[in-house]
């Protein structure tokens, strides 16, 4: 079955850096795009990050653009969020996503937290 674990959140001050990972299985990791989303308390879930199987080609929402970076490799069938500059607003539980033959599947998510 489908299983992504994601990896690498917690507590950083503003300005910081954290690196998330995404350790995906069950399905051929290769040939599918992948995605992270956040989701901040009382927010709606949001796309932060995506990625293209083939190519690698990368969009990001408007609030990371410059700041955060998105890539994979294949052969650990891993995704990374490298997140650099981190603000307050950046707050929220991180997950992974992928999406194929109509289905979503989704990580357990992980916890960032920005704060003095």
């Known amino acids: 079955q489908v299983q992504l674990v994601e990896s690498g959140g917690g507590l950083v001050q503003p300005g910081g850096s954290l690196r998330l990972s995404c350790a995906a299985s069950?399905?051929?990791?290769?040939?599918?795009?992948m995605s992270w989303y956040r989701q901040a308390p009382g927010k709606e879930r949001e796309l932060v990050a995506f990625i293209t199987s083939v190519g690698g080609s990368t969009n990001y929402a408007d609030s990371v653009k410059g700041r955060f970076t998105i890539s994979r490799d294949n052969a650990k069938k891993t995704v990374y969020l490298q997140m650099n500059s981190l603000k307050h607003e950046d707050t929220a539980v991180y997950y992974c996503?992928?999406?194929?033959?109509?289905?979503?599947?989704w990580g357990q998510g992980t916890q960032v937290t920005v704060s003095s």
């Open positions: 069950g399905f051929s990791f290769r040939y599918y795009a």
């Open positions: 996503n992928v999406q194929g033959n109509g289905k979503e599947y």
